[in-house]
């Protein structure tokens, strides 16, 4: 009853952080959508201009539905940029374009924890569909019976969604670094856009940072049901 409580508080509070950080970032994006850069190139341009000078010439810049959608697809080497970013010759378009294209570099050199994590992916898209299942039918199994099996085939499903959250952020981080380092050598950015821009992508590393600590925490939540189901069997 107490572990319950305490996840249930647990939840709360990273919700409350998560909500909050999203609601940084969106306001940071939305600042530094407005202030648009001296060279006046757009995202897409910035993205096929790092990705040339990178000497990757088989990667394709696209653009794709929705706010924040930004991604690389390793699978068919693809930069896909959202409208705003893609159109946008604004600080947060080159932030975001360039940080993109660090994965597409990443992929180029061979970076391991992405491609730890690319093989990870249909593993995850799995864990990611039953986990909640899993866990909840563990619950009322072990209410129900005390039998704790169930519940712990749940937590090795969620650990490797934990497994994959900590594996991004090394990644993240990664590609945010080429991106800064890229945007600041070239002078894309300016001395007055260059902070703005690693602003930006330093509250986007946030969300991932604030997730990987919320799948921690609710995996180390449940390992403690199920050990103390045991030490009362």
């Not at 068919?76 to 993109?100: I, R, W």
């Not at 299942?133 to 749940?154: F, R």
């Not at 894309?188 to 260059?194: D, H, I, L, R, S």
């Amino acid at each position: 009853m107490i572990l319950d409580s305490v996840g249930m508080i647990i939840s709360l509070v990273f919700l409350g952080i998560s909500l909050l950080v999203s609601a940084i970032l969106k306001a940071r994006f939305n600042k530094y959508h407005k202030i648009g850069l001296a060279n006046g190139l757009s995202g897409r341009e910035i993205a096929e201009k790092m990705l040339r000078e990178n000497g990757i010439y088989d990667v394709k810049v696209t653009s794709v539905e929705g706010f924040l959608s930004d991604h690389y697809n390793p699978t068919n080497k693809t930069v896909n940029l959202s409208p705003e970013v893609y159109n946008g010759t604004t600080v947060s378009a080159a932030a975001v374009a360039a940080h993109e294209c660090g994965h597409a570099v990443q992929h180029q050199v061979g970076y391991a924890p992405l491609k730890l994590r690319s093989k990870l992916v249909p593993a995850v898209q799995l864990s990611a569909t039953l986990q909640n299942l899993i866990i909840m039918g563990g619950l009322i199994v072990l209410a129900m019976t005390k039998n704790p099996t169930v519940l712990l085939i749940g937590i090795i499903v969620m650990a490797v969604t934990v497994i994959f959250s900590i594996i991004t952020l090394p990644v993240e981080f990664d590609a945010s670094k080429r991106a800064l380092a890229w945007l600041q050598q070239t002078n894309v950015t300016n001395a007055q856009e260059y902070p703005k821009a690693k602003d930006a992508l330093k509250w986007a590393a946030t969300t991932y940072v604030v997730a990987a600590l919320a799948a921690v925490v609710t995996l180390i939540h449940y390992i403690m049901i199920y050990l103390g189901s045991r030490d009362r069997s």
